[in-house]
């Protein structure tokens, strides 16, 4: 079994920080891929940012400048730093872990971006 476990998420305003972290633990290698995905009501679940064991890191062109997606290998841990941090960035945030090719997922967090 592999089990994530985040945190961070909270309530800020416009303009302001914070920082999401993903703990793994399971059968997984400290080279899998590690990302971050979000959602809001009705839409679809999007990729924020992803990371690769070599630390080659993507990321969706609206946070590009903004957010930092990095990991702790030895821990098992991604963790995701977010500045200037606008509105339209409030979802629920998901973690995920790509292991054997499957996906798995996180409880998400809720980032709520206002003012």
């Known amino acids: 079994q592999v089990q994530l476990v985040e945190s961070g998420g909270g309530l800020v305003q416009p303009g302001g920080s914070l920082r999401l972290s993903c703990a793994a633990s399971?059968?997984?290698?400290?080279?899998?891929?590690m990302g971050w995905y979000r959602q809001t009501p009705g839409k679809q679940r999007e990729l924020v940012a992803r990371i690769f064991g070599d630390g080659t890191t993507t990321y969706a062109d609206s946070v590009k400048g903004r957010f930092t997606i990095s990991r702790d290998n030895a821990k098992n841990t991604v963790y995701l730093q977010m500045n200037n941090l606008k509105p339209e960035d409030t979802a629920v945030h998901y973690c995920?872990?790509?292991?054997?090719?499957?996906?798995?997922w996180g409880q998400g967090t809720q980032v709520t971006v206002s003012s």
């Open positions: 399971g059968s997984i290698l400290s080279i899998a891929p």
């Open positions: 995920n872990i790509v292991v054997g090719g499957r996906a798995y």
